[in-house]
């Protein structure tokens, strides 16, 4: 007698739940996009019904002691550093500049220096064709008159993000610059002349959207990245023959007096 085998049973077939819940979505200029009160968590959308009370702001951090030295140590150019505007495609003023640049880096005026490279309009990063990379600020004030005087009638006004990352530092507005180091996680990669404060990252990006009244202005952010440097990096980031606070009067009087040239 032939035996005939006992069909397997068929699985059962998986009941799914509600779809979860998708975010609003709201209208831009640039088209419709997720409501910035909703979050993504784990590949789920969750919906922010309630989003509370602002975060404590926390305090500014105190500083190691030995941020200054791992800058000194570091096989980066970290501390101040230079961004030139020029035209980057006459070959012959990329030339002078780069000739310029290497003559101060043979006589170590500066640390380095790179064009192009990530930086100017190739990049989409007009205002910073070259970044010159020296350290201390009193220093790098005394390379910014050297470069504007040097590379007379080759340097163009200032641009792009430049205008906005970084601070005027030869005393014509041609030259400038911003502090920059990679090595302080108390700082992110950006700011105003000064990293912006990792502790007030949440607050710049989100929160002054949400408590508009109680998150801090910018220039209570600023304060707080300048009271830092001061404390970790002393002279080496404020200067002694110009100060940070100098070179920040500077940059409003030049931003000031040319939108009135444009109006």
Known sequence: MLRHNKSPEQPKKREWGPAPPQPPLKSTESGWQHDPA??????????VVDIGPMPK??????????????????RYPYGWKLHLNFDPYNPDIVK?????????????????????QGGGKEAEAPGKEATVYIGPL??????????????????????????????????????WGRFATRTDRNFINYGN?????????????????????TALT???????????????????????????DQLMAHKQQYLTETVAQST
């Open 38 to 47: 909703t979050v993504l968590s784990n590949r789920a959308v969750r919906e």
């Open 218 to 244: 910018d220039a209570q952010m600023l304060s707080r990245s300048t009271e830092y440097a001061i404390a970790a990096y002393g002279d080496f980031f404020n200067g002694t023959s110009v100060t940070f």
């Open 96 to 116: 002078a500049v780069d000739d310029f640049l290497a003559g101060l880096k043979q006589d170590g005026h500066i640390k380095s220096f790179k064009i192009g």
């Open 57 to 74: 702001i926390r305090p500014v951090p105190t500083p190691k002691g030995d941020e200054l030295e791992r800058i000194k140590t570091s």
């Open 193 to 213: 002349g000064v990293p912006l404060l990792e502790v007030d990252f949440d607050n710049a990006l989100y929160w002054r959207k949400k408590w508009p009244e």
């Open 138 to 175: 009193d220093q790098t004030a005394q390379v910014a008159e050297i470069v504007s005087s040097g590379l007379q009638g080759v340097l163009l006004p200032a641009e792009g993000d430049a205008l906005t990352d970084d601070v005027p530092i030869s005393r014509d507005g041609l030259v």
